[in-house]
């Protein structure tokens, strides 16, 4: 059973760009899913085509059963949360909450005690007679949040919630907005270019690169096993090391080390892919690394250096003694990705 | 915040000192001199004056001619600052809406802003031609015999017309570029929370508008009481016989063409203290304008 499907969903621009190549996935009731990618992606194109904002070129969309290709974006039993909040400067907080359900007939003693509902959900009972300009950014925030939830949508839309916010707050809200949708139970879709974002909250990650999905799956999974080198290299930081390789007699090969035994690839040049963190310390291990760099993050350090004359970094511990200068290492079982040199996929 | 201060109280005395002249030759100067007439009656052939107290301003309350061109200002202004601000905003709200050529389509709209008044009035004239006028004709074909000088209400019909006509683009400016400044993004919100059109207009774009709004409103009362005098002038041609006329207008009929001048410079007086009250109606209301981030 799915909640919103989409079926070949495609926008062109009238100047002939292809902003979002056909997209078909399937979100399940309750499902927190994150489209992550880089900016021009056409993530939020994607979220605006879903929201309304922008015409949909081809393909269909479906939420809660109905297609809502033609429908005006009131009519989409949607809700959405901007990145700059888009409150009504010149309502207080209790318009601006209650405004969406004023249009919708709603008697106004059922306004009052929905508004009443999600100002005490959101702590802004002090606030709801303030205007917008009176309130902090996270404030802002949260009577955005307060303006989705009274309607009691079929789906909400998050387009960069967080990205006003500093680096505190958001750590903070992310955590909020994860738990409201949870207590909801309010399937949603959120968009962001940040990585930690889409893995933290996430239920399920959709992958954008250039207009078409590079992959979609748990974060875990997105993770441990990205599809591509796109994925590989823009989920986790640092980011997995890419190298060029070679694949000689069943084994994976980078320069005169062996890194993978029994490669399921034929032969010939391949991406090798290898998480900084897989790569641990080992004086009999078999690869030699030349650290050039120490980076001391605390709890742990990245080690930047090369093996086989290329660029790699290293994840290790901070009881893992680090020194620059040649490095012994081993990789963890299962560690290594093999990508087609060509295409990028995964192999 | 930082404030810069100044050392010594010469420099920046010097520095407002040709502002301060130019305000007390070109303004202070000629009111007080206006001021000091309106309580003279002076001579028609400069030979001199008589000290008549408030008698000037006492003719000017029992006045009939008087009381007619006051009662016109104000319909005169009511009418031409709501029309022009409306026809203005129904503009600008639906350029705002064009894509495509929009740019074209601004530019011709702003056109008539470049046109002088006096030259606007011509084209007024031109518009109302008693003999082959291209609205006079059009007119007719309702059957509406329209008299430009004659009649009153068809000359003040062409008055108030070419006024608007002359007013709608600069009030165009200003709403489309207000209209602008309405984040995107509000726009979107209220496209999610209202479906009708109207409503959102007047729920969220018209109270966003407000303060370019009031500003406007304020200029084009300015404009309808006293820039107009081109326009009318034009249209009169210097003899207002029983035509309408404004209250600026007829200062300078009476102290000029009727040489009344201790009267005109009451008339003078009376528009004084107006534009100064509706100066501080202005401040007290932006003073207390919200401040819209």
Redesign the interface.
């Known amino acids: 059973m799915s909640h919103v499907t989409l079926t070949a969903l495609r926008k062109v621009y009238a100047n002939g760009f292809e902003a979002v190549k056909p997209a078909s996935y399937a979100i399940t009731p309750g499902e927190f899913v994150v489209l992550v990618g880089p900016s021009g992606c056409g993530k939020s194109t994607m979220l605006r085509m879903i929201a309304g904002l922008e015409d949909i070129s081809d393909g269909t969309l479906e939420i809660a059963g109905r297609v809502v290709n033609t429908l005006d974006p009131a009519d989409r039993d949607i809700a959405m949360v901007f990145q700059n909040y888009a409150l009504y400067p010149h309502m207080t907080v209790r318009k601006n909450i209650g405004y969406g359900l004023q249009n919708r007939k709603i008697p106004k003693d059922v306004i009052a005690a929905k508004v009443a509902e999600a100002s005490a959900l959101l702590n802004l009972d002090d606030y709801l007679d303030r205007k917008p300009s009176q309130l902090s950014g996270g404030q802002r925030q949260r009577v955005a949040m307060g303006r989705a939830i009274v309607r009691d949508p079929a789906l909400f839309l998050f387009d960069e919630p967080l990205s006003n916010l500093d680096a505190k707050l958001r750590n903070q809200m992310r955590i909020e907005i994860k738990a409201l949708q949870r207590r909801l139970g309010v399937t949603s879709i959120y968009v962001t270019h940040d990585q930690v974002e889409a893995m933290t909250m996430a239920d399920r990650i959709i992958v954008m690169n250039a207009g078409r999905i590079e992959q979609i799956g748990a974060p875990a999974e997105i993770y441990h096993t990205p599809a591509t080198t796109f994925v590989a290299s823009f989920m986790g930081a640092p980011p997995m090391n890419l190298l060029d390789g070679q694949i000689a007699g069943g084994a994976a090969r980078v320069g005169d080390h062996t890194v993978m035994t029994d490669a399921p690839a034929a032969p010939g040049p391949v991406t090798v892919g290898i998480r900084p963190e897989d790569i641990v310390a080992d004086p009999n291990g078999p690869l030699t690394l030349d650290i050039a760099i120490v980076e001391e993050l605390g709890a742990h350090r990245l080690l930047h250096g090369t093996l086989a004359g290329q660029q790699l970094s290293v994840h290790v511990g901070k009881d893992s003694p680090a020194t620059t200068g040649p490095f012994r290492a081993a990789l963890k079982p299962g560690a290594v990705s093999l990508f087609d040199a060509g295409t990028g996929e995964r192999l | 915040m930082k404030r810069a201060g100044f050392t010594s109280a010469w420099l920046p005395a010097m520095l407002l000192l040709p502002q301060l002249a130019v305000i007390a030759i070109f303004f202070y100067w000629p009111a007080a001199h206006a001021l000091r007439s309106s309580f003279y009656l002076q001579d028609p052939f400069g030979f001199g004056e008589t000290f008549v107290g408030l008698s000037n301003f006492t003719s000017l309350l029992t006045s009939a001619a008087y009381s007619r061109a006051a009662w016109f200002t104000v319909f005169f202004t009511l009418i031409v600052t709501f029309g022009s601000l409306s026809i203005a905003l129904l503009l600008a709200v639906k350029a705002d809406k064009v894509i495509r050529g929009a740019k074209t389509y601004r530019t011709l709209l702003m056109w008539v802003y470049a046109v002088a008044p006096p030259v606007a009035g011509v084209i007024g004239l031109i518009m109302f031609n008693q003999s082959w006028g291209p609205l006079k004709e059009f007119f007719a074909l309702f059957g509406w015999d329209f008299k430009l000088g004659v009649n009153y209400f068809d000359t003040a019909f062409a008055m108030i017309a070419v006024s608007i006509w002359k007013q709608v683009p600069v009030n165009f400016i200003f709403f489309l570029s207000g209209l602008q400044s309405i984040?995107k993004?509000?726009r979107?919100?209220?496209?999610?929370?209202?479906?009708?059109a109207t409503?959102r207009f007047w729920?969220?774009t018209f109270?966003?508008l407000?303060p370019t709004g009031f500003f406007l409103l304020i200029t084009n009362i300015t404009y309808a009481m006293f820039d107009t005098f081109g326009v009318i002038d034009t249209v009169l041609k210097g003899q207002p016989g029983n035509n309408p006329m404004t209250l600026v207008y007829k200062v300078y009929v009476d102290g000029f063409r009727g040489n009344d001048l201790g009267g005109s410079s009451a008339q003078s007086v009376v528009l004084m203290v107006l534009v100064l009250a509706l100066t501080v109606f202005q401040f007290r209301m932006i003073e207390r304008r919200?401040?819209?981030?």
């Open positions: 984040p993004s509000v979107e919100a209220a496209l999610i929370d209202n479906r009708s409503g729920d969220i109270p966003l407000a919200i401040h819209y981030t």
